[in-house]
């Protein structure tokens, strides 16, 4: 049901069963997907790209012009995957020339109240922001990253998958997968046990992973040499593969 209040310019995609509130206002260049249920005093700009079964509350701003003061204009894209939650106050932006002109977020993630994600942020999937949770331009979130309460994190940085960074942190580096992080600056503070086991991960992987964190954090090596020891422990799991590709292409340097 689309309200008649509802402003739709000419040339939006409305899929099936879609959901309008009133005093939304939806731009030409957009495209919804089927079952997405969009609140009243909404604005979603484009060019904007969003997926099925999405879910964008009251007073969201969604593909909007980015707040890059080097920004002029030019085209670019937001492309939302499917089955989102957009709690109130959330603010998305599209990207910008000087990266991919992209901004891109996954599926069945979680922003709730007054999240931001910023200009060519790459997100993943099955990802939480908490509220007020805001990731600066260039950032990107791998799969199943927690991201607590009022946390920021600055631009250009990574955010490996399975992380978990704590409430009002402050990320300046990069995080390796399966890290928790936390303070102002933040710093690592184990590995996201937790999380793992309730993703299903296997304990003897889970172990591995241990063993990885303790070569990079705990031993006194640099990083050269923690990924060497992780390498000759002639263990060819697909996770630890993912840790240290993260590790030798971070290009900020890690959280230590």
């Not at 509130?21 to 009243?40: F, K, L, Q, R």
């Not at 998305?92 to 979680?110: E, F, W």
């Amino acid at each position: 049901m689309i309200h008649p209040q509802a402003i739709i310019e000419d040339g939006a995609v409305i899929g099936k069963n879609v959901k309008i509130g009133p005093w939304t206002h939806i731009a030409a260049n957009v495209v919804i997907g089927d079952d997405c249920h969009i609140s009243s005093h909404v604005v979603i700009n484009g060019p904007t790209t969003i997926g099925k079964g999405n879910r964008i509350f009251q007073f969201a701003s969604i593909g909007e012009d980015c707040q890059d003061l080097k920004y002029a204009g030019e085209l670019t894209e937001l492309v939302i995957g499917d089955n989102n939650t957009f709690r109130e106050n959330c603010t998305v932006h599209r990207g910008t020339v000087q990266d991919k002109s992209l901004t891109q977020i996954g599926s069945n993630n979680l922003f709730m109240a007054y999240t931001h994600v910023a200009h060519d942020c790459m997100v993943g999937s099955n990802c939480i922001l908490a509220n007020g949770a805001s990731i600066a331009g260039h950032v990107h979130v791998g799969d199943h990253v927690i991201i607590g309460g009022m946390a920021g994190v600055h631009q250009f940085c990574h955010i490996g998958a399975h992380c978990f960074v704590a409430a009002n942190s402050l990320i300046l580096k990069d995080v390796p997968p399966y890290i928790m992080a936390s303070g102002q600056p933040a710093k690592p503070f184990g590995l996201n046990s937790e999380g793992l086991k309730r993703r299903g991960f296997d304990p003897e992987v889970i172990l591995q992973i241990k063993r990885a964190y303790k070569a990079i954090y705990r031993q006194g090596l640099t990083v050269d040499e923690a990924i060497a020891k992780i390498k000759s422990s002639e263990s060819d799991l697909v996770e630890l593969t993912l840790f240290t590709d993260f590790v030798k292409s971070s290009s900020r340097g890690i959280v230590r």
